[in-house]
């Protein structure tokens, strides 16, 4: 997105320029000096600049004006092209995403809006500046008057209108098809059937009597003050159009495409762990808090074991429920998908991490067979797919490391290498299953652990390597 | 400018035409009635090129025709504001000159003739630039463009202009003859 700043001056210009003594009152209200409400354009105007997507009655709160009243000058606005709206029905869950959205754009905490938790549904409207169409809004209304300055002085495209000198009725061109006479070559008055004279004088048709070429002459230094009048008190917005042209023009797309991508951005900038957002507090409990001293006291116990088949099982099962946390590639793909199918992933989301503390709880998961997260189990694959093909590669950067005897290498980055690297060789859905089956039995293994230390010490010289590593990580 | 359009009409067929070509007699009725017409909504209606329906007949009491509600399909020519169009001269006067593209009759203003045609009164009334070059007259074909329209329920008239770019005179009888 490109720099606002200049759209924004582009906006507040414009808004002064052509939107100053606009009024939004309906026709039948009185116009009395108190409703009058010239110049509050300008300030809806103003207000916008310094929002992205904002809800109607939001804005009006803070502008401290009446719902009706912004209503009807956005209405105006929308169809000028200056602002895009948008318009749903929402219950207070919606509402929570947008609050998240902006709370994400605003870089701030979210400030929880606990009074809307009721279920109603409410349309709630929502605006927007609509950069891009307010460049081409602005330019094109400042042709236009240009070229109808030039075109009267040029007297191009004018209807030409005739006057009866005797009786001052007048006719227009488009009337002379009525006017013509078989005698002779002029228009004739309806009336009285005197000869009509051209009226030559379009903008400044007052000085009647005058003889043309006077008339003539007047209109034209008109017309020319006026063009320059324009240029002149026009400049600073031509001059802002002509800064703006090669800049990207920023965009926030439709409404739910800037909450998705809000909020997005805002949990990236937060980091997991403090997310604003239920779906993902949810996660952050699940993945942040929970598992991981499990993840530690796995790995020491399946290097010393020394039962593969067994180790491997168990390290899967970890490194699955880390490899769900991440949120931000469900957020990234989530954004090219509808609504729904959104929704439903973040409902997958919330499920992942509850199996994953089901799983710590030594419970048998239930929620891979549920129909209803067979798309996020779609989803999951390809981003199981996508993450092994990474760790082969990754994995095979750390072996030749290893080989090279590198002593040096951080304990962490060995095990998560380890692990990613069993969890590589097996496939998704067994590891499952058999995390859930493996899982049950590792806390009582996990209790002998010293045992099976000791033993493993001495039966498998080749591990000591790895032994030396996790007796450190696990006391540090 | 041309539209591809179904129109409708009720079509008041005499008793005297009932029997196997009933629908060819409302059809070529039909043609007879609306082609050539003109309404301020569609413009001029140019042929009809199909019969899209023929719904089920009304007989009127008292008179025994009967009303059919015929759908059509049907060229029609709309004229609009800014449209190009290339017309032939039908009279040329002081004031300006007249045209007709088609069923469409377009006046010219002097004003909105190019300052260097003045006009010459005679026999054949016209407009000639100075130097001779280029004349206006009954029978001349120009491009003009329609700056204002005037719209009645049954009638379309134009104003134009050939005083811009690439419009004028396109080719002149004068020169060949
Ligand atoms: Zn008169």
Redesign the interface.
Known sequence: MGSIEPFNRLVKLAARAFYDDITTKGENQPKTGRSDNRGIAVVILDALTRRQWVREEDLAKDLKLHTKQLRRTLRFFEEEKLVTRDHRKETAKGAKIYNAAVAATADGQQTGREGDEKLKMHTHSYCCLDYAQIYDVVRYRLHRMKKKLKDELESKNTVQEYICPNCSKRYTALDALRLISPYDEYFHCESCNGVLVAESDKLAAQELGDGDDNARRRRHENLKDMLTKMEEQLKPLIDQLARVKDLPVPEFGSLQAWELRANAAGRSVNGDLNANDPSKSSQGLGFGGTPMPYVGETKVEVAFSGIDQKGENVKSANSSAPMKVLPPWMIKEGMNLTKEQRGETKVETKGGSLTASELSDDKKSTTANDDAKNIQDEYVKAYYAALLMRQREQEEAVKKEQESGNAAMSNEAYNTSTERQVGMKSKREDDYEGDDNEWEEAPPTGGTTEHFKVKDLNVEAEASEDDEDDIDWEEG | MFFHIVLERNMQLHPRHFGRDLRDKLVAKLMKDVEGTCSGRHGFIVAITGIESVGKGLIRDGTGFVTFPVKYQCVVFRPFKGEILEAVVT?V????F?AEAGPV?I?V????IPDDMEFQ?GDI?NYTTSDGSVKIQKDSEVRL?I????VDATEI?C?G?I??DFLGVISDPGATS
């Open positions: 009279m006067n002081k004031m300006g007249f009759q006046f203003s002097n004003h909105l009164s009334p463009k700056i204002g329209t005037r008239f104003i202009t005083k811009d």
